[in-house]
């Protein structure tokens, strides 16, 4: 189907809606003329689709049954809200993208298999929020070096030396959030040279 076939399919469908959300507020063809400044032919001819709708038209409408112009023209959805991004496997570990927002914050899904490495903690511009869905997160911070276990969330400035990774004693999943120089960092960076 072209464009031009789905603008006439939903143009086509204005007429009926119009009538329908006029009906369901029990208002007269008279009475909504009084509120828009069209006249009575005008709407009963958009209405019954003899005359093609234009915004002129519809933005008083839309006003005077207090409903968005959207709900006039019955807008299609926005694309398929879901994302349906492919896992990024970097230094062994599984990211999967929760947000589609180049540039801006970024949300993804880690798993860390159960390893030993040890910590090389980086600093970047940026903020980070982490939320631990299950197994136990080693966080070192700075001076700190905790573990972290499900249900449990942390927030810092990634301008502090930070490094988070699995205990050992299995892997571990996590929500991460972070702002564009993190998603550099996390997911980007190239491994050190052997």
């Known amino acids: 189907m072209t464009t031009t076939d789905e603008t006439d399919d939903v143009l086509a469908n204005v007429g009926p809606r119009l009538r329908r ?3 369901e507020r029990e208002v007269t063809l008279a009475a909504l003329s009084e509120a828009t400044g069209i006249s009575v032919s005008t709407l009963s001819r958009l209405e019954s689709g003899r005359r093609r709708p234009s915004l002129e038209l519809l933005l008083p409408i839309a006003r005077a049954h207090q409903v968005a112009l959207d709900e006039l023209v019955g807008a299609p959805p ?3 809200p879901r994302v ?3 896992p990024l496997v970097r230094h062994g570990r599984t990211y999967w ?3 589609r927002q180049p540039g801006g914050l970024q949300a993804f899904k880690v798993l860390v298999p159960q390893s030993t490495e040890e910590p090389e903690p980086r600093t970047h511009e940026g903020y980070e929020w982490l939320y631990v869905l299950s197994g136990r997160l080693r966080v070192v911070l700075g001076g700190h070096d905790v573990v972290m276990t ?3 969330a942390a927030e810092f400035d990634t301008r502090v030396p930070h490094w988070f990774g699995s205990t050992g004693e299995g892997p571990v999943e996590f929500l991460s959030l972070f702002g564009p120089q993190g998603e ?5 960076a190239r491994p050190k040279p052997a």
């Open 21 to 23: 959300i006029r009906k």
């Open 97 to 99: 993208p929760l947000t």
């Open 78 to 80: 926005v694309g398929d």
């Open 150 to 152: 499900a249900g449990e």
């Open 184 to 188: 550099r960092m996390h997911v980007r």
């Open 84 to 86: 349906r991004a492919k």
